[in-house]
């Protein structure tokens, strides 16, 4: 079952007594899980309205695919109903011939156009088939590229934050499998039912031309099996909602067993049984679950197909009365009976087809809910473009929480950056310097106030815009799995000289020459063990790959260098703050860049023109080094910590040892 949120991310804390590895036994279902549990609750007509959406979306998703095809494989499925309609009429003729009174031979001679007309139906039919299903085995997956290309040109849009919010993760994961999977499959659905529905109303039309009471009796069966079948669709549909939860918990350990980032502590931390064990114990709740579903869904298509065989007996019944009565005669009644076995059986298909139409269509929900909160979380055209190489930044008021966070990272900062300007960040871990990093350069936007890019505020210029004037240097640096050079390259794929002076520069600034230096196929060495032959590279070096791609991407005029030398060794340290300083001058011919740094390593920004220092999200002083040690706050204290350690005779990390030892 689906916890009872209290809105605060998740609600009691496991010990390890519950057996909840992850920590928390009860997480919270995400946002659109609890407004689908709303249309799980709702009556079948109301969803069975539902069904024309579906409908539309998966044609319309189908002729931007392929016009062609899409029309073609509408006329083959509907010639395809028309040529078993027609069997039928050709069929019910035969018998009804066949059955008149008179003498065998002539009745069987008599009978003999129409049989014809019987044999060419079900070729024709035959042909049909195949080329339905041809039509089909070409269309479905191009409609399934179609789907796909269009939420990844969705998703790809949406503003950073968004990935911020696990209830979107989420709901991109759905909607990227579930989602694009369900497109897919309606396809077949939605020709399927046309096919039906054409032999189905072919036989509902002459068993009424037959006898009228045949309709309604034929009607019965019909209701109840489109009744069970719905109910069943949606007990299923419930019953993966309830499991939402515990099926990302299940994925999430399955990755933790196999995922090669966590694979050393995995293996040293001996988790390999603990994680077993949890992954055992969710899959017994939710198989536990899906059996439970199953039985619910086995009992509600019994009641169904109990009804539905009640009807048709009663159908039956209805031609024995019509027959015992002398409202129908012999010679009909043959054809009466192929009537109702034709309804039958298009029914039966049509339920099958239209119960898998509607089960997509929970699932197509996913995609379309996929679609509009992407379009709701992307930021929208402007057509305001951000000042080149502003010569401010200026951040007014600004503060900033995390999605679903309690507390605010950011509050109330008031900062201008000059061009030319080194400015140094620094603080306590999680004082908000990676944050204001992400705020200056429109990455994210602020809560309260305004980012201004000289009079431009970032909420209204044209996010490339903005980016593509940002070079950041990340704390973490991705780790493309790409090629060496192509790591440095894609800080500039645009560069119109890729190989020219500025990537010499950026591999000598940040030491990444070193690196290719010492791959076994140089430059060209992809830097993945996803792939066979692939390298992996030490932190520092990937980190050295980050700077030279930050300083590639010269034109830049903001440049974020978030902790870049936190792996790095003494040498290649000063190596990179010397680069850096430089790369501030950037190849803008007429200014300087802005530069950021934010860094622990107080030493190394003694030369930055001023430095901030935050504290708990707060600005807590602005100023040069003098001017900060000798206003005797809180920059003062971390540079007096990290001076002492260093001008003692051990050196810190020995010093440490020491005083821990003691
Ligand atoms: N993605 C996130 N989602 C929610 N809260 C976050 C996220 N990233 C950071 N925070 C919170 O925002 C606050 C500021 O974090 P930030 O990373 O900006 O600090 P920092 O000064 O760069 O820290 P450090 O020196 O450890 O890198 C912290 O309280 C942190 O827990």
Same mark, same amino acid.
């Given at each position: 079952m689906l916890g009872n949120g209290n809105g605060n991310g998740h609600r009691r804390a496991a010990t390890s007594a519950d057996g909840a590895l992850i920590g928390v036994e009860d997480l919270e279902p995400p946002r659109w899980a609890e407004v689908d549990q709303k249309v799980a609750g709702a009556g079948v007509w109301e969803t069975v309205r539902e069904l024309p959406m579906a409908a539309r979306l998966v044609v319309g998703l189908s002729f931007r695919a392929s016009p =062609?095809?899409?029309?073609?494989? =509408?006329?083959?499925? #509907?010639?395809?109903?028309? !040529?078993?309609?027609?069997? #039928?009429? !050709?069929?019910?003729?035969?018998?009804?011939?066949l059955l008149t009174a008179g003498p065998t031979p002539e009745r069987v001679v008599a009978s003999l156009p129409a049989i014809a007309a019987v044999v060419a139906a079900f070729a024709l039919r035959g042909l049909l088939d195949s080329a339905v299903s041809a039509v089909q085995g070409v269309l479905m997956p191009l409609v399934r590229r179609a789907a796909q290309d269009r939420l990844n040109s969705a998703v790809a849009e949406v503003e950073l934050l968004a990935w911020e919010d696990s209830d979107f993760q989420e709901l991109a994961r759905q909607g990227g499998y579930q989602g694009v999977q369900a497109v897919e499959s309606s396809v077949r659905s939605i020709a399927s039912i046309s096919s039906a529905l054409v032999s189905l109303a072919a036989a509902l039309i002459t068993a009424a031309l037959l006898d009228p009471w045949l309709l309604p009796a034929l009607?019965?069966?019909?209701? !109840?099996?489109? +009744?069970?079948?719905?109910?069943?669709?949606?007990?299923?549909?419930?019953?993966?909602?309830?499991?939402?939860?515990?099926?990302?918990?299940? %994925?999430v350990v399955e990755n933790l067993l196999v995922a090669r980032d966590v694979g050393t502590e995995r293996t040293a931390l001996n988790l390999q049984e603990p994680l077993l064990a949890e992954h055992r114990r969710?899959?017994?709740?939710?198989?536990e679950e899906a059996i439970r579903a199953e039985h619910r869904q086995t009992w509600t298509r019994l009641i169904g197909r109990t009804l539905a065989g009640t009807g048709t007996g009663l159908a039956y019944c209805v031609l024995g009365v019509l027959l015992y009565t002398g409202a129908m005669p012999l010679a009909i009644a043959g054809a009466a009976v192929i009537a109702m076995r034709a309804a039958a059986s298009s029914l039966s298909t049509t339920m099958v087809s239209v119960n898998r139409l509607y089960e997509h269509s929970f699932y197509l929900r996913f995609y379309t809910e996929l679609l509009a909160e992407s379009a709701r979380r992307r930021r929208p055209a402007t057509g305001v473009p951000a000042p080149r190489n502003p010569e401010t930044i200026r951040l007014e008021n600004v503060s900033f929480t995390y999605p679903d966070a309690d507390e605010p990272a950011l509050v109330e900062v008031d900062l201008t950056f000059h061009r030319g300007e080194v400015v140094a960040l620094v603080g306590e871990n999680g004082s908000g310097k990676t944050t204001l990093g992400k705020l200056i350069t429109g990455l994210y936007p602020p809560t309260e106030g305004r980012v201004l890019w000289d009079e431009v505020d970032l909420a209204t210029a044209d996010a490339r815009s903005v980016y593509e004037q940002v070079a950041l240097i990340d704390q973490d640096p991705a780790r493309w799995p790409m090629t060496a050079d192509t790591?440095?390259?894609?800080?500039? #794929?645009?560069?119109?000289?890729?190989?020219? /002076?500025? +990537?010499?520069?950026?591999?000598?600034?940040?030491? /990444?020459?070193?690196? #290719?230096?010492?791959?076994?196929?140089?430059?060209?060495?992809?830097?993945?063990?996803?792939?066979?032959? =692939? %390298?992996?590279?030490? =932190?520092?070096?990937w980190q050295r790959l980050s700077v030279g791609r930050g300083i590639f991407r010269e034109h830049a005029a903001v440049l974020i260098a978030d902790e870049p030398t936190a792996a790095l060794d003494a040498k290649a340290e000063s190596r990179v703050f010397a680069g850096l300083q430089r790369a501030t001058k950037g190849s803008l011919d007429d200014a300087h860049r802005t530069t950021v740094l934010v860094t622990h390593r107080l030493a190394n920004i003694r030369r930055a023109h001023r430095?901030?220092?935050?504290?708990?999200?707060?600005? !807590?002083?602005?100023?040069? %080094?003098?001017?900060?040690?000798?206003?005797?706050?809180?920059?003062?204290?971390?540079?007096?910590?990290?001076?002492?350690?260093?001008s003692t005779a051990r050196s810190c990390t020995q010093c440490n040892i020491a005083q821990a030892a003691e």
């Open positions: =062609g095809r899409t029309v073609l494989a =509408g006329v083959v499925q #509907l010639a395809s109903g028309c !040529a078993s309609a027609f069997g #039928l009429f !050709a069929t019910a003729g035969v018998l009804t011939q009607l019965v069966p019909t209701v !109840a099996e489109a +009744w069970a079948s719905m109910r069943a669709a949606k007990q299923g549909y419930v019953n993966f909602l309830s499991l939402v939860t515990r099926r990302l918990r299940l %994925h969710i899959a017994d709740q939710v198989t790591n440095i390259r894609i800080g500039n #794929l645009a560069a119109p000289e890729p190989y020219g /002076a500025t +990537w010499e520069t950026s591999l000598r600034e940040s030491g /990444a020459d070193e690196v #290719l230096a010492k791959l076994p196929r140089g430059p060209g060495t992809i830097l993945s063990r996803q792939f066979r032959g =692939g %390298h992996e590279l030490s =932190g520092g070096s430095i901030v220092v935050m504290d708990s999200g707060r600005v !807590a002083e602005t100023g040069t %080094h003098e001017e900060l040690m000798q206003a005797n706050g809180l920059y003062r204290e971390l540079f007096s910590i990290q001076a002492r350690a260093y």
